[in-house]
């Protein structure tokens, strides 16, 4: 059951000229969040954003072991994201969640293999947490513009996840889309149990559901369409999912995901 | 402190409702809010079948709103009275079906569909979705369409007919007089306001339907405005919306004339609001000594200003 909390801001980072890491006090839905999950935020109480947007929890924070908050990854693109990225330490957002159906995590001998395209790296910390946990093996694939807008590498290195990284421009790991490494180390993958869990522009996860049917492995995809309410109640949000092979119906992403199967969704559609 | 209301035939036990297309089925929201709290939930507009609606963009935040396009997805009324019913009725809600017809004919047989079912405790005619191209909307913007849905749908039910109307005419009183002269036990008002916004470095809509209908707080002085002209022109019970967000909006709404108001958009924002508005309406009644929230409705007081001698 979701909880609305008016979280203060613990901590605000900024990673990047447009990245940055917001740390909120929002303890009751860390502690209650699956990987893969998303909260709606709202900065401020005015009209200017009226409403909430989506964001998918990054980390759970557990400075003493005790769970005190949840960070989110953003990147400024509008007014929310805007106020996200000025917001100082005291400042309150309003954090409505946990909501939304999670990533199922594998159990080993199956490997986890993690695509991320920019912020979508976002709900991949607290993912590999859990499979790290579970004693599953980790890959993290991670695409960005370039070797400036990937983060994070360390803290996935620390916890034992394997990293696999592609820039648009070269400047680090393979020279290209994340899907180049991915596809490759498919090729290398014959005979092993392999879930492939994505999350990214849509453009990128089209692309990664189409290379995992065609190494015939299973990917779970989660996907961000604009929302109003995070509930089910404005029917903004859908997705369109097949009806055998020509049809499509279309599911709200908040409630029926925002983690599909990526083989359900009608790519070719709206 | 009595916070019931009469809607015609109707009471309802407080003059919150939820508004229809912000709120689903109501179920959907049954984990965060007692759905029996409020004074009414007015479900998503239902057709006979199942609809997909509109592709996305379905939305778009524009200044203090947001526009929609959603083109009225739903499950049709056959499967609402199977699947969602019988939950709003475990959940004793006060259950306000919202219909749509491409044809007369269709509202016709919904209204008698439902007046069948267990747990509906009035219609909702939505004569004023500004997103679809057939039906709906051409009744809600001709006079005679107006009192013939309405007409049409009383013969045929005992339930009470709440005409939806639009605020994309250019004198929506005329429109609640042709509603009450047709039978209607109320009319509800404003739907949302046709609009459009475009993407000035693509040049594209930011809809896929083009346009859209605009909601929230920047509707609501002129919803306020609606609502007092149709409490002036119409003895039957206006229930009023339209950018409502706080307490203090619902009864500017009530004092405006609404007998109940609904709120819509503001559910998206905090779908925790309700027992806030409750709250909020309870305090503004004990400030002002009122002991029935009907005796709010309609007392907007326009007689010439006395100078006042304020003290700080």
Redesign the interface.
């Known amino acids: ?2 909880v ?1 909390v008016e979280a203060r801001v613990i901590r605000n980072t900024r990673l990047s000229p447009d990245y940055n890491v917001i740390a909120l006090a929002a303890p009751e839905i860390a502690a209650a969040t699956a990987p893969g999950q998303f909260v709606m935020v ?1 900065p401020g109480r005015g ?6 947007r989506p964001f998918s929890v990054f980390e759970i924070l557990r400075p003493s072991g005790r769970i005190d908050g949840l960070t989110l990854l953003s990147k400024r693109v509008g007014v929310t994201t805007q106020m996200l990225f000025e917001a100082v330490e005291g400042d309150v957002v ?1 954090c ?1 969640g946990p909501l939304g159906k999670p990533y199922s995590a594998v159990d080993p001998p199956a490997e986890a293999w993690m695509v991320a395209g920019g912020v979508g790296l976002a709900p991949f910390a607290t993912l590999a947490e859990v499979l790290r946990a579970r004693g599953t093996s980790v890959t993290l694939f991670y695409g960005a513009r370039a070797s400036r807008d990937l983060f994070y590498l360390d803290w996935f290195r620390e916890r034992g996840v394997r990293l696999s990284l592609a820039t648009e421009d070269g400047s680090l790991g393979d020279h290209g889309r994340v899907t180049l490494p991915l596809e490759r180390a498919l090729r290398d993958a014959a005979g092993r149990d392999v879930r492939i869990y994505a999350c990214g522009p849509e453009p990128m996860l089209e692309a990664v559901a189409h290379v995992a049917a065609t190494f015939q492995r299973p990917s779970e995809v989660s996907v961000e ?2 929302m ?2 995070g ?8 997705i ?1 999912i097949r009806d055998g092979p020509k049809g499509h ?2 599911v709200r992403s908040c ?1 029926g995901g925002p983690v599909f199967a990526g083989d359900r969704i009608a790519w070719d ?2 | 402190m009595d916070l019931s209301v009469r809607i015609g035939p109707l009471t309802l036990k407080n003059p919150v409702i939820a508004a229809s297309g912000c709120f689903g089925y109501g179920v959907e929201y049954a984990d965060v809010v007692d759905l029996s709290i409020l004074g009414g939930v007015a479900v998503k507009g239902l057709f006979l079948a199942a609809r997909e609606g509109h592709p996305p963009e379905r939305i778009v935040e524009t200044p203090a709103g947001m526009l929609n396009a959603i083109g009225l997805q739903g499950i049709g009324v056959h499967r609402f009275i199977k699947e969602r019913l019988p939950e709003l009725r475990d959940r004793r809600a006060t259950v306000i079906v919202n219909i749509c017809g491409s044809t007369l004919d269709e509202y016709v047989e919904l209204a008698r569909i439902l007046s069948d079912a267990d747990g509906v405790a009035a219609l909702e005619l939505n004569i004023s979705c500004p997103n679809i191209k057939e039906g709906g909307i051409t009744f809600g913007c001709s006079l005679t369409g107006t009192y013939d849905v309405v007409s049409a749908v009383k013969h045929v039910t005992p339930l009470p007919v709440i005409p939806k109307l639009t605020p994309n005419v250019t004198d929506v009183a005329s429109f609640a007089r042709a509603a009450e002269d047709a039978g209607a036990d109320a009319v509800s008002l404003v739907n949302t306001f046709l609009a459009m916004a475009i993407d000035v470095e693509t040049r594209r809509p930011k809809l896929s339907n083009i346009v859209g209908g605009l909601s929230g707080p920047a509707i609501r002085p002129i919803a306020v405005r609606m609502v007092y002209e149709c409490r002036r022109t119409v003895k039957i019970p206006v229930i009023g919306m339209g950018g409502i967000a706080s307490a203090t909006d619902a009864i500017e709404f009530m004092i405006a004339g609404a007998a109940a108001v609904q709120v819509g958009t503001a559910n998206f924002v905090d779908p925790f609001i309700w027992t806030k508005l409750l709250d909020g309406i309870r305090d503004y009644m004990q400030r002002h000594a009122i002991a029935r929230v009907a005796d709010i409705t309609g007392t907007i007081d326009t007689s010439a200003r006395e100078k006042e001698w304020i003290s700080s």
């Open positions: 059951m979701p609305d709202k009209s200017a954003p009226l409403l909430r309003s409505l369409r604009v109003a309410c509930l089910g109640g404005c029917y903004s949000c859908v369109p119906h279309y409630l559609a709206h």
